[in-house]
């Protein structure tokens, strides 16, 4: 069967939904989630005899929204629904579908997504606990560097060997290390890119993961992120890439550069064991890279009481307030930092 073919009649809408966003860059956990999404409601319409996806018509879509109240959060329902949504759109969009009956329900509905909702409080002497329990040295690196800089999980992805300045550790073979002009100077520190986007050419790789900052930023290494990079240094694997990844794989992706579901499925596991962590749970209560830039942001703003310093260090200030941190990094963004940041040993 041809592509035009299958476009105009698929004998798996769902499959063909989920190809063509992998196509789109889309990441496998995002494809997950619209799969499970996806088949629950198939598996609804077919339980009750309402046909297929294609003739669902939009009081069935309802229908299945209502069942799901009562045993799920209100995001979590806004969420499917936008899945559900996302997916009948598209088809209707590609000439598969001939019309999308989630348009009325997403405007009836009174659930929303919560874009900040209210987050699992722990306190610093929780989050040492855990930190504490973790025993691989990669799991460990990743989660000191997140809690640490307050950085994303994509920024932590795309960090090579060039963005890293730890005085006195080489992270070459031959001893001899070149870092990026804005780390000159600033031993202990990391730079974080506003450059890289999923597919672009960075340095050599293409890459699987976006920066989302606003402007580029250099953060403070304090000595114990310092210990942990140098324990997992020690024992890294040679990287796959010329780029010289600071973050690689040491399971069956050996020496490639860690992915944002790896650092995903890293946190996930290991906040699971301290029932931080529910499959199918919202972000009002599972522990997860994102929780992690929260936390930093939380906790440090409370101890500064600087606001815009929090701001230069995740990244999220124009050009014409982070200048002035630029130019007193040393003074005042590393001091500030290092009087402040907590402790997670």
């Known amino acids: 069967m041809s592509q035009a073919q299958s476009a105009e009649n698929p004998d798996d809408p769902v499959a063909y939904f989920l190809q063509d966003i992998e196509f789109q860059g889309k990441s496998a956990r995002t494809r997950n989630s619209y799969d499970r999404v996806l088949r629950e409601f198939e598996t609804y319409l077919d339980a009750n005899g309402l046909g297929t996806l294609e003739e669902a018509s939009y009081r069935d879509c309802m229908s299945w929204i209502h069942t ?27 000439g598969v579908f001939d019309a999308n009956p989630m348009t009325v329900v997403i405007e009836e509905m009174d659930e929303s997504i919560h874009t900040d ?9 929780e989050m040492r606990g855990f930190v504490e329990t973790i025993q691989h040295p990669l799991a460990d690196a990743i989660v000191t560097t997140l809690l640490k800089t307050g950085m994303r999980s994509g920024e932590l992805c795309n960090l090579d060997a060039r963005d890293l300045n ?31 986007a999923r597919g672009e050419r960075i340095n050599g790789e293409r890459r699987d993961a976006s920066n989302k900052r606003k402007r580029a930023t250099v953060v403070p290494v304090d000595a114990e992120l310092k210990a942990t990079l140098e324990q997992w240094l020690a024992v890294r694997p040679d990287p796959v890439s010329p780029a010289e990844p600071v973050f690689v794989s040491t399971s069956r992706n050996w020496g490639e550069r860690v992915t944002i579901d790896a650092v995903h499925h890293i946190v996930a596991t290991n906040a699971e064991r301290m029932g931080w962590y529910r499959t199918g749970g919202g972000a009002d209560e599972n522990v997860t890279p994102h929780y992690f830039r929260h936390f930093f942001t939380t906790h440090l703003r409370d101890r500064t009481g600087d606001r815009g310093i929090v701001k230069y260090l995740r990244g999220d200030v124009a050009s014409d307030v982070i200048d002035t941190y630029t130019h007193n990094w040393g003074s005042r963004v590393r001091e500030t930092y290092e009087t402040h940041i907590y402790s997670l040993v």
Not at 69 to 94: C, D, K, P
Not at 117 to 125: C, G, I, K
């Open 68 to 94: 799901l109240r009562g045993s799920h959060a209100e995001s979590s329902i806004a969420t499917y629904a936008s899945y559900l949504h996302r997916f009948y759109s598209y088809m209707v969009q590609v």
């Open 166 to 196: 730890l005085d006195g550790v080489a992270l070459s073979d031959d001893g001899i290390d070149e870092v990026r002009p804005q780390l000159q100077g600033r031993p202990d520190s990391i730079y974080v890119d506003d450059a890289p």
């Open 117 to 125: 909702p209210t987050r699992r409080d722990l306190s610093v002497e």
